[in-house]
């Protein structure tokens, strides 16, 4: 069995329909890497994380795919530090702000050239950060992932998947987990899931591919979508965010937690621009869309897991909210202003609760830095 199978395969069946959380889905797949493989069985829906394509899904999962600098193998590393959550200006300050960046964005890429290819090719590193249950510290889990979408229906999905192990989080966790006997195995819970194992030992990547959904279905936009739809996606702000919503169901992408049109609009198009294959007039309305929500905040010289500096936009949503217990976490996206290409998708703690229980307001719980993105004529590499 191939990678694609062993993660379709970690999917609980009724996850097919509906959506989960996001670390939930990460914490599955690290668990599902580290198991022997099952027998092959396909799914049916292309459900990646974050609006990651299938195949980035390995590395998000979702999303996650996506993009910038060339990278080979990446040691694992800590999310990128954060301090409390930012403190917002006015409301018309940060509107103002927010759509000054994103019109700017919308220009650089309208003014990128295109190329295409036989596949679209995406690297990422997919990291994600959980307490040690009763050991008093946090580690992250990394895992790197690559993908080889086909342009044309019919063909074979390929990808490259590796975990890069689980490490103390900061020096004072690399001192706990000393005093704690230093384990290869660290054991994590995961609430409603039961107890996940992750080893602090890199792992060779695994390679796998499989025919396209459907025949044709590539990624996630709310719903499954073919690179044809992708490619003829409408290029007005007016017209893409009409197209988008006819998906919206009234709840998260990630959860069935209720969920406003702008933040599912927002987690959507951020999926969008960060590392799928459509025209630069289609990513540059997805910019000038996201310039007309009011929620949106900016926060200057963020740093990304990978070190690199950029600008980036973000909304608030509180998780969990028909429980009352849920965290409310800041989805954001790190780009690069000068050429308004994406950096990094992360989930930042705001108030811990849920699944974030336990972690420091400030933290980045979930983090997908994209390394690379284009299309290639070049062979998946086996």
Same mark, same amino acid.
């Given at each position: 069995?191939?990678? =694609?199978?062993?993660?379709?395969?970690?999917? &609980?069946?009724?996850?097919?329909?509906? &959506?989960?959380?996001?670390?939930?889905?990460?914490?599955?797949?690290?668990?599902?890497?580290?198991?022997?493989?099952? +027998?092959?069985?396909?799914?049916?829906?292309?459900?990646?994380?974050?609006?990651?394509?299938?195949?980035?899904?390995?590395?998000?999962?979702?999303?996650?795919?996506?993009?910038?600098?060339?990278?080979?193998?990446?040691?694992? !590393?800590?999310?990128?530090?954060?301090?409390?959550?930012?403190?917002?200006?006015?409301?018309?300050?940060?509107?103002? +702000?927010?759509?000054?960046?994103?019109?700017?964005?919308?220009?650089?890429?309208?003014?990128?050239?295109?190329?295409?290819?036989?596949?679209?090719? /995406?690297?990422?590193?997919?990291?994600?950060?959980?307490?040690?249950?009763?050991?008093?510290?946090?580690?992250?889990? %990394?895992? !790197? %992932?690559? #993908?080889? /979408?086909?342009?044309?229906? @019919?063909?074979?999905?390929?990808?490259?998947? +590796?975990?890069?192990?689980?490490?103390?989080? /900061?020096?004072?966790?690399?001192?706990?987990?000393?005093?704690? @006997? %230093?384990?290869?195995?660290?054991?994590?819970?995961?609430?409603?899931?039961?107890?996940?194992? =992750?080893?602090?030992?890199?792992?060779?990547?695994?390679?796998?591919?499989?025919?396209?959904?459907?025949?044709?279905?590539?990624?996630?936009?709310?719903?499954?979508?073919?690179?044809?739809?992708?490619?003829?996606? &409408?290029?007005?702000?007016?017209?893409?965010?009409?197209?988008?919503?006819? #998906?919206? @169901?009234?709840?998260?992408?990630?959860?069935?937690?209720?969920?406003? #049109?702008?933040?599912?609009?927002?987690?959507?198009?951020?999926?969008?621009?960060?590392?799928? &294959?459509?025209?630069?007039?289609?990513?540059?309305?997805?910019?000038?869309?996201?310039?007309? =929500?009011?929620?949106?905040?900016?926060?200057?010289?963020?740093?990304?897991?990978?070190?690199?500096?950029?600008?980036?936009?973000?909304? !608030?949503?509180? =998780?969990?909210?028909?429980?009352?217990?849920?965290?409310?976490? *800041?989805?954001?996206?790190?780009?690069?202003?000068?050429?308004?290409?994406?950096?990094?998708?992360?989930?930042?703690?705001?108030?811990?609760?849920?699944? *974030?229980?336990?972690?420091?307001?400030?933290?980045? +719980?979930?983090?997908?830095?994209?390394?690379? #993105?284009?299309?290639?004529?070049?062979?998946?590499?086996?």
């Amino acid at each position: 069995m191939n990678v =694609l199978d062993q993660l379709r395969q970690a999917r &609980p069946e009724v996850l097919s329909d509906s &959506p989960v959380d996001a670390r939930t889905r990460a914490t599955e797949l690290s668990h599902a890497m580290a198991q022997p493989r099952p +027998s092959r069985r396909r799914r049916k829906t292309v459900r990646p994380v974050w609006g990651l394509g299938l195949l980035g899904a390995a590395a998000a999962a979702t999303a996650v795919t996506v993009m910038l600098t060339g990278a080979g193998g990446t040691a694992p !590393r800590a999310p990128s530090a954060t301090t409390a959550a930012p403190q917002p200006a006015s409301d018309r300050q940060i509107h103002l +702000s927010a759509r000054e960046i994103l019109l700017t964005a919308a220009q650089r890429a309208e003014s990128r050239r295109e190329a295409t290819g036989a596949y679209w090719h /995406t690297v990422g590193v997919q990291r994600t950060l959980f307490k040690v249950d009763g050991a008093g510290y946090t580690v992250v889990n %990394s895992q !790197r %992932s690559e #993908s080889w /979408t086909p342009s044309a229906p @019919g063909g074979e999905q390929w990808s490259r998947a +590796s975990s890069l192990g689980a490490q103390p989080a /900061t020096p004072q966790d690399v001192e706990a987990w000393r005093q704690a @006997g %230093s384990p290869a195995e660290i054991r994590v819970k995961v609430p409603g899931k039961g107890t996940v194992e =992750l080893s602090t030992e890199p792992r060779a990547a695994e390679v796998g591919h499989a025919p396209l959904v459907d025949g044709d279905k590539v990624f996630w936009l709310g719903r499954n979508v073919s690179m044809k739809d992708l490619r003829s996606l &409408p290029s007005t702000p007016a017209g893409l965010r009409k197209w988008l919503l006819r #998906s919206y @169901g009234g709840h998260g992408t990630e959860s069935g937690d209720p969920m406003s #049109s702008d933040d599912w609009l927002f987690a959507v198009t951020t999926g969008l621009i960060r590392d799928m &294959p459509v025209t630069p007039q289609v990513r540059g309305a997805a910019f000038r869309m996201l310039a007309d =929500l009011k929620n949106i905040e900016v926060i200057d010289d963020v740093k990304d897991a990978e070190g690199r500096t950029g600008t980036a936009i973000a909304v !608030r949503q509180r =998780l969990g909210a028909k429980g009352g217990d849920g965290a409310v976490l *800041q989805s954001r996206l790190i780009m690069d202003e000068t050429t308004g290409q994406a950096l990094a998708q992360e989930s930042v703690v705001v108030e811990p609760g849920g699944l *974030q229980a336990g972690l420091e307001p400030g933290a980045v +719980s979930d983090s997908y830095t994209i390394l690379e #993105s284009g299309w290639t004529d070049s062979e998946p590499a086996s």
